[in-house]
T-cell receptor
Framework: SQQGEEDPQALSIQEGENATMNCSYK?????LQWYRQNSGRGLVHLIL?????REKHSGRLRVTLDTSKKSSSLLITASRAADTASYFC?????????????FGEGTQLTVNP | SAVISQKPSRDICQRGTSLTIQCQVD?????MFWYRQQPGQSLTLIAT?????????ESGFVIDKFPISRPNLTFSTLTVSNMSPEDSSIYLC??????????FGPGTRLTVT
């Protein structure tokens, strides 16, 4: 079953605008990771944020984590047409059965030039 | 970051046959995984490939259908056995490094006719 749920399912913005995608999850986690996937291509790792971290930055990307609300957000600033892709959050849950990443359904981002 | 290669990149197979997918990582990693992704959908974990021992399968996946090997730290194979059209999908190898970041191969696009 899917641990994470992304919101919105689809987002369309103009180049230069900021894009915010949200991820909610159900159980306690060790870390949460965000990925980008261009159509028909593999997954690109964007950022890992650990359960004891609240915010991380990488270039135009900012990820926040609120473990009390079991939610994370990915902000892309000054978006470009090349940012058009599907974005997935994946949670590494604290399970006795072993550590594994579980993916949400993803957000399809379209950046219009 | 780990770079992961898979082969074949795609294949078209007949019903009832088997296909073995190979995965090679360019650096030492702690864990390796196999995922499946239907076009336009999220990723589903098939199993964790354990070095030198039997893989750990997720609910709904069994060893007879998806035998997995991991003879060393950087190489794994997934076999899709006795294929049916329902097995048509993209199969992705994944590996986790010592920082817990998890990377993905480019995928193997399988079509069963």
């Amino acid at each position: 079953s899917q641990q994470g749920e992304e919101d919105p399912q689809a987002l369309s913005i103009q180049e230069g605008e900021n894009a915010t995608m949200n991820c909610s999850y159900k159980t306690s986690i060790n870390n949460l990771q965000w990925y980008r996937q261009n159509s028909g291509r593999g997954l690109v790792h964007l950022i890992l944020i650990r359960s004891n971290e609240r915010e991380k930055h990488s270039g135009r990307l900012r990820v926040t984590l609120d473990t009390s609300k079991k939610s994370s957000s990915l902000l892309i600033t000054a978006s470009r047409a090349a940012d058009t892709a599907s974005y997935f959050c994946a949670t590494d849950a604290r399970e006795t059965s072993g550590s594994r990443l579980t993916f949400g359904e993803g957000t399809q981002l379209t950046v219009n030039p | 970051s780990a770079v992961i290669s898979q082969k074949p990149s795609r294949d078209i197979c007949q019903r009832g046959t088997s296909l073995t997918i190979q995965c090679q990582v360019d650096s030492q990693v702690t864990m390796m995984f196999w995922y499946r992704q239907q076009p336009g959908q999220s990723l589903t974990l098939i199993a964790t490939a354990n070095q030198g021992s039997e893989a750990t399968y997720e609910s709904g996946f069994v060893i007879d259908k998806f035998p997995i090997s991991r003879p060393n730290l950087t190489f794994s194979t997934l076999t899709v056995s006795n294929m049916s059209p329902e097995d048509s999908s993209i199969y992705l190898c994944s590996a986790r490094d010592f920082t817990y970041e998890q990377y993905f191969g480019p995928g193997t696009r399988l079509t069963v006719t």
